[in-house]
């Protein structure tokens, strides 16, 4: 499933292991999904399943099984991510993360907001305002609703014994210093950021002492509010793209801790009285792209966000404005050197490939439209304003 909708071809001779092609894709538009008009909002009404049946069988295992993770926080995340691919689906019927937010007793208002707002994972958000709420009413309301596809989830992982090997982690951390890091802190798929922030204090003294980059990195790793971070979690897939993205957990020019502070610093320009201004817009969906983009007059107006359809590979996507309207263009990561590519040469960071590269030569398919003018007021402006900046 792809986060942001994102479109490319590629090359069929291409590395199979990259995602070099066709640096270009049309302009699409993801089909936002809404609640119906007049959601009921009702909490769940909890009742013993049907007796005697396979599915009910199945479902008392699972009960068992999950007892020990008293609220869905606490679910374990690989499976809480399953359950999102599923739920994500949505059909007309609301059978889906809709259906169940309002037996969970979510107002429709949020709802709307949810399915509006986090169009590429609602059910991440949703998860985020039911985590205080317990394991069994959510499974309850699967089972009412008749989701066993999505009770399927928990059983395969929770009642099938597998073999070792199939529970090894999957995710690539690209660097035996982000590896080495990541595992001092337990447990080993989700950390409490209190943690982590304790461990880079103590490992990095100096690097964790720049609070505009511990804000990028909480940031990336979707620690949000900033205000309630300690309260937080961790997910190690998370993780494993700030470091695609950035580089490993290491001091140096090649380490995430200088490339984060680099883009802080080069990547705001100013305009007259206004500003700063940065050219990067961080998490933004391909729609959002496209309004903001489509909005200004100017031809080469533009913005670079990540790209969450190649996020494990350390990707960003540039949107530009063009004669012909809004082109999106792939930023090909390197996660193993650190570099990212871009129309057959590599550059060690974001914002030397925008000044060699991006504003200088034909970004455009036709080749006439380059990135010369910064698209304003993106949403990471607040955080990578200087200290010194003024109101």
């Avoid at 928990?154 to 080495?180: E, G, Q, R």
């Amino acid at each position: 499933m792809s986060s942001d909708d994102e479109h490319f071809n590629f090359d069929s001779n291409a590395n199979p292991n990259g995602t070099q092609g066709d640096r270009h894709s049309p302009p699409t538009s993801d089909e936002g999904h809404h609640p119906g008009d007049g959601q009921a909002n009702r909490p769940p009404t909890l009742f013993l399943p049907r007796q005697g049946s396979v599915e009910h069988s199945r479902f008392e295992e699972i009960l068992k099984r999950t007892k020990n993770y008293e609220t869905i926080s606490k679910v374990p995340y690989h499976i809480q991510e399953e359950v999102q691919d599923s739920l994500n689906v949505t059909n007309k019927s609301q059978d889906d993360w809709r259906g169940v937010a309002a037996r969970m007793g979510v107002k429709a208002i949020t709802i709307e907001k949810i399915a509006r707002d986090f169009k590429e994972n609602p059910t991440h958000k949703l998860f985020q305002e039911l985590s205080s709420k317990k394991t069994t009413e959510f499974l309850q309301v699967l089972y009412q609703m008749d989701l066993q596809d999505v009770l399927n989830i928990f059983y395969d992982n929770m009642c099938i014994t597998k073999p070792a090997k199939h529970l090894k982690p999957t995710v690539n951390f690209h660097s035996t210093y982000s590896t080495n890091f990541w595992h001092k802190i337990p447990p080993p798929t989700r950390k409490e950021w209190k943690q982590v922030e304790e461990v880079l204090k103590r490992d990095f003294r100096k690097q964790s002492m720049q609070s505009q980059v511990m804000r990028f990195i909480c940031y990336v790793l979707k620690i949000e509010p900033y205000e309630e971070r300690h309260n937080k979690y961790v997910h190690e897939q998370d993780f494993a793209n700030l470091v695609a993205w950035f580089g490993p957990v290491k001091d140096g020019k090649d380490g995430l801790f200088e490339k984060i502070a680099q883009l802080i610093k080069d990547s705001i320009m100013y305009k007259g009285n206004s500003g700063p201004h940065s050219f990067f817009a961080g998490y933004m969906t391909k729609d959002e792209a496209d309004r903001l983009i489509g909005n200004e007059e100017k031809v080469g107006t533009f913005l670079i966000r990540f790209s969450l359809t190649y996020a494990q590979s350390g990707c960003f996507i540039v949107c530009l404005k063009t004669n012909t309207g809004v082109e999106h263009v792939l930023l090909e990561g390197n996660p193993a050197t650190g570099k990212i590519s871009y129309d057959g040469k590599d550059y060690d960071d974001l914002v030397t490939l925008y000044r060699r590269a991006l504003c200088k030569g034909g970004v455009s398919q036709d080749r006439r439209t380059s990135c010369t003018t910064i698209c304003p007021n993106l949403p990471l402006n607040a955080m990578f304003k200087p200290c010194d900046a003024g109101p």
